[in-house]
C-alpha cells in the first residue's frame, strides 16, 4: 500500500502549515517590498527625471518629517502628475487583483475575471453611459456611480446566465462573457454615435484602458469605493474557502451560501467599478495574479485575497511606468499593454485547463 | 477570535441521550418539478444506531437523506433535527448538528488535503470546542487512513482517496448526527469496511448515522435498522434480519434473490437467484 510509503514528512499536518504560513509571510513581505520600489521608482522616472534622494526628501518634507521642497517644476510634476498616477495605480491594481480573487472563488471557477466575462465592459458601458449623457448630479462621483451600475447589473446577469447546477462550467462562462461584452460594446458603439467630438475622444481613452488622465480629485472619486471593497473582501475568505467544496458542502458547514454570493457580487462589482471608472478596461490583472499566486502558496483565501489586491497592486505599477516609458515620449495604453502579457497566459491557461478536463464535455 | 460567522454566539448542542430521536422524516413529500421524488416517506434514527438506506436506483434514497439533513423544504410532512424543525435552525446552528458527506467529493481549487479535512472544523470557529480542531482532524484522518498524503493537493488523488479525505472531513465536523451518501461507491473491499466499522464506532460512542448503501450485505452486516426506500416511500424497516425477506426484496429490485443466514454469524446474505432474469416481474415504479 502507498500510504506506508510516503515520507514520514508528510503525515504531521501542522509543520506544514506552519511553513506554508511563513512563507506567505515572506510572499507577502517581498511583494510589499516590490511595491514601494517600483512606486518610488515610477515617481522619479519620465520626461522630466527626479532623482530617487530627491522624491524621498520631497515626500518626508510634506509629511513633516525633515527632509526639504523640491524646485517649483520638480514639486509639480511630482505632486500634481506622478503622485495621484502611483496612488491610482496601486488603487487600480489591487482593486482589480482582489476582484479577480474574489470572483473565481465565487463562481468556483478559476477562468474568472472582470474583463474576461464581460464585467469590465458593463462598467465601461455604465461609465460611458455617463459622459455621453452629461450626467453629473453625483459631482466627481457620478462615473464611479454609474460604472458601479453597470459592473453590478453585468456580474447578475453573467452570473444568472452562466450557472447550473450550483456550478460555472468554463464554457459557458467564456461564451456567456462573450455574449455580454458584444451587447456592452454595442451599447457603447450606441453612445459613441450619439457624443460629440469632445466626448469621443473621452470615451476612446475608456475603451483603451490608461491612468494617463490621473489627478488628485479621481484618486478621491475610487477611493471608498476602492478602500471599502478591499478592507471587506478579506472578512470573506474563509467562507470562500468552504465553498470550494461546492454549495451543498458550504452550506452543511453553515455557511449561508445565498447570503455569501450576495454580499459578495456586491463586493466585486465595487472593486471593478472603482477600477474602471478611472482606468477604464485594464483586462487580464485579475486573472493572472491570483493563478501566479495560487501557484506561488496554495489555494487558501486567507492569502489569496490579500495577497492578490498587493499583487495586482504591483503589476499595475510595473504595467504603467512600462507604459509610460516604453515608446517614450509616446505613451502606450495600459489596458493594450496588459492584454498583450495577459491573453498569450490566458490563452495557456484555457488549454491547461482544456487538457485536465480532457475536453470541454 | 472572531468566528467564521460573525460574533453572534450560538448556542452549542445538547448530547441526544442514547436511544432519543436525532432526526426524524415524518410523510415527506419533495417534488422535483412536477414528480414527487418522495411521497409519504417516514423515517427516524436514533442516537447510537446505525440506520442504513437501501433500495434501488431512483428510489429516493439520496432524496431522503437530504431531507434529513434539512436540505430541501418538503411539500407536506416534516423533517425534525435533534427535536426541532429543520427549518427553524439556521445554516451554522445546523452545521453544529449534523455533517452531510455527499455523493461526489468535489473542489473546485487544489487545496492540500491536511486543508480539506480542517474545513470540517468550520462551523466550530469561535466556541469553545474550536480547541478540539487538532485532535479531530488528526482523528479524522488517522480514521480514514488519510494521514499518509496529508500534504498532497486533492486533485492529485484517486476517487477512492478522495471519498475517503470527504470521510475525514465529516468525521471532523464531529457532530451528534451522521448522514453519509453512498460512502463506499468508490471504495475498495478494505476500505468499505473500514468505513462501516468508523460508523459503528460512531454510534457505539452516542451518534447517530444514516447511511445510503447499495451493497446489501453490508447493510445486513453493519446496520442496526435498515429501511428499504421505495418508490418515495420507505417500503419497510427494522432489524436486517427481519427486513431482508426474499420476497420484499425481489419485489422491491425487480430482480429475484435468495436469503439464508451466514453459516458461522448468522447475519443475512443476499444473492441474486440467477436463475430467472426478473423480467416477469412487473414494474411499481410510480411513473
Known sequence: MTLLQDPPAHTGTEPVRASRRGRGALLAAGLLAALLLLALASAGIGAYRIPLGDVLASLQHRTGLGGHPLDRTAESVLWNIRLPRVVLAVLVGASLGCAGALMQGVFGNPLAEPGVIGVSSGAAVGAVGAIVLGAGFLGTWTVSAFAFAGGLVTVVLVYAMSRSGGRTEVVTLILTGIAVTAFAGALIGLFVFFADNAQISQITFWQLGSLAQATWPKVLAVLPCAVLGLAVAPLYARRLDLLALGEGPARHLGVEVERLRVALILVVALLTAAAVAVSGIVSFVGLVVPHVLRMAHGPGHRFLIPGSALGGAVVLTAGDLAARTLAAPAELPLGVLTALVGSPFFFWLLRRTRRKQGGWA | ?287
Not at chain 2, 432519543?20 to 423515517?43: F, I, M, P, T, Y
Not at chain 2, 482517496?161 to 453519509?180: H, P, S
Not at chain 2, 443466514?261 to 441474486?272: A, D, I, K, M
Open chain 2, 1 to 287: 477570535m472572531i468566528g467564521v460567522f460573525g460574533r453572534r454566539t450560538r448556542e452549542l448542542p445538547e448530547a441526544v441521550p442514547h436511544g432519543g430521536l436525532a432526526a426524524e422524516a415524518d410523510g415527506v413529500r419533495v417534488l422535483r418539478g412536477r414528480r414527487a421524488v418522495l411521497d409519504g416517506a417516514s423515517v427516524g434514527v436514533r442516537a447510537g444506531e446505525v440506520l442504513a438506506l437501501v433500495g434501488p436506483n431512483g428510489a429516493g434514497k439520496s432524496t431522503l437523506l437530504a431531507a434529513l439533513a434539512g436540505d430541501l423544504a418538503p411539500a407536506a410532512g416534516s423533517v425534525r433535527i435533534g427535536g426541532r424543525a429543520a427549518g427553524e435552525w439556521s445554516a451554522p446552528e445546523l452545521a453544529l448538528r449534523r455533517a452531510v458527506l455527499p455523493q461526489t467529493a468535489e473542489l473546485s481549487f487544489p487545496f492540500p488535503v491536511a486543508e480539506v479535512v480542517r474545513m470540517g472544523r468550520a462551523p466550530w470557529a469561535g466556541t469553545v470546542r474550536e480547541a478540539e480542531d487538532a485532535a479531530a482532524v488528526a482523528e479524522a484522518m488517522a480514521a480514514t487512513e488519510v494521514a499518509g498524503f496529508a500534504a498532497r493537493p486533492f486533485s492529485a488523488l484517486s476517487g477512492g482517496e478522495r471519498a475517503r479525505v470527504a470521510l475525514a472531513r465529516v468525521l471532523a465536523q464531529r457532530t451528534g448526527l451522521l448522514l453519509l451518501d453512498e460512502p463506499t461507491a468508490a471504495l475498495d473491499l478494505r476500505h468499505q469496511e473500514l468505513v462501516l466499522r468508523i460508523c459503528r464506532e460512531r454510534a457505539a460512542a452516542g451518534d447517530a448515522v444514516v447511511v445510503v448503501l447499495h451493497d446489501l450485505g453490508l447493510a445486513a452486516a453493519y446496520a442496526d435498522r435498515v429501511g428499504v426506500v421505495h418508490g418515495g416511500t420507505v417500503a419497510a424497516a427494522g432489524p436486517p434480519a427481519e427486513v431482508f425477506g426474499a420476497e420484499l426484496l425481489g419485489r422491491v429490485y425487480r430482480q429475484p434473490v435468495e436469503v439464508f443466514p451466514h453459516p458461522r454469524t448468522g447475519v443475512p446474505l443476499v444473492v441474486p437467484d440467477r436463475r430467472t432474469t426478473g423480467a416477469d416481474i412487473p414494474s411499481k415504479h410510480p411513473a
